[in-house]
């Protein structure tokens, strides 16, 4: 397989607070929302700290693959699990990590439009500029790959560019749990 070379950026964990304390405030100050859908596995946590930040009492999840490796995607993305909340007449938004092509926005908005919820928005931390869906929020648009504090050992082991890059501090670590020949 051959790697293309991509521009990456690691995300700290105090940048990601900072990051998620200004899109709480953008979400706050324009929308009431009842219920928080993560999209699962990279909007899990951006979506836990929002429910804590904006108050909200009732999270779930829907998990979408799409990903194989970095900037590598299959042809279409899928679901592969949902945990639900009751829908019928919330306001509910809808996080992930970052929005590439908008395609997994669109699958997500697709499965839940079966239920009868009063209004849906999109929140995420990142956008990609060539995205064919803009989320309601978001906290900037970037061209890199961002490589997240929660994914650090699976983004050195999936692009051949930052094998042996001590991301975030943890090679080590990475390389005892999965293998220095992997990393």
């Given at each position: 397989?051959?790697?293309?070379?991509?521009?990456?950026?690691?995300?700290?964990?105090?940048?990601?607070?900072?990051?998620?304390?200004?899109?709480?405030?953008?979400?706050?100050?324009?929308?009431?929302?009842?219920?928080?859908?993560?999209?699962?596995?990279?909007?899990?946590?951006?979506?836990?700290?929002?429910?804590?930040?904006?108050?909200?009492?009732?999270?779930?999840?829907?998990?979408?693959?799409?990903?194989?490796?970095?900037?590598?995607?299959?042809?279409?993305?899928?679901?592969?699990?949902?945990?639900?909340?009751?829908?019928?007449?919330?306001?509910?938004?809808?996080?992930?990590?970052?929005?590439?092509t908008g395609r997994t926005l669109q699958v997500?908005?697709?499965?839940?439009?079966?239920?009868?919820?009063?209004?849906?928005?999109?929140?995420?931390?990142?956008?990609?500029?060539w995205s064919t869906i803009m989320p309601d929020?978001?906290?900037?648009?970037?061209?890199?790959?961002?490589?997240?504090?929660?994914?650090?050992?699976?983004?050195?082991?999936?692009?051949?560019?930052?094998?042996?890059?001590?991301?975030?501090?943890?090679?080590?670590?990475?390389?005892?749990?999965?293998?220095?020949?992997?990393?």
């Amino acid at each position: 397989m051959v790697h293309q070379k991509v521009k990456t950026r690691y995300i700290s964990w105090s940048m990601l607070h900072e990051s998620l304390k200004n899109l709480a405030e953008k979400i706050s100050s324009e929308y009431a929302a009842d219920t928080i859908i993560a999209i699962a596995k990279g909007g899990l946590i951006p979506a836990r700290i929002l429910v804590d930040l904006l108050g909200i009492d009732e999270m779930g999840f829907i998990e979408v693959k799409f990903y194989r490796g970095i900037a590598e995607t299959r042809e279409k993305p899928y679901v592969t699990f949902t945990a639900l909340p009751q829908l019928d007449n919330k306001r509910i938004i809808i996080v992930d990590d970052i929005v590439d092509t908008g395609r997994t926005l669109q699958v997500v908005a697709d499965v839940l439009s079966r239920f009868k919820y009063r209004d849906m928005k999109f929140a995420t931390l990142y956008v990609k500029p060539w995205s064919t869906i803009m989320p309601d929020y978001y906290s900037e648009i970037v061209d890199e790959w961002i490589i997240f504090p929660w994914e650090i050992c699976e983004s050195i082991r999936e692009n051949a560019e930052l094998k042996g890059v001590d991301v975030g501090g943890i090679l080590d670590y990475c390389k005892r749990k999965h293998g220095s020949q992997s990393l």
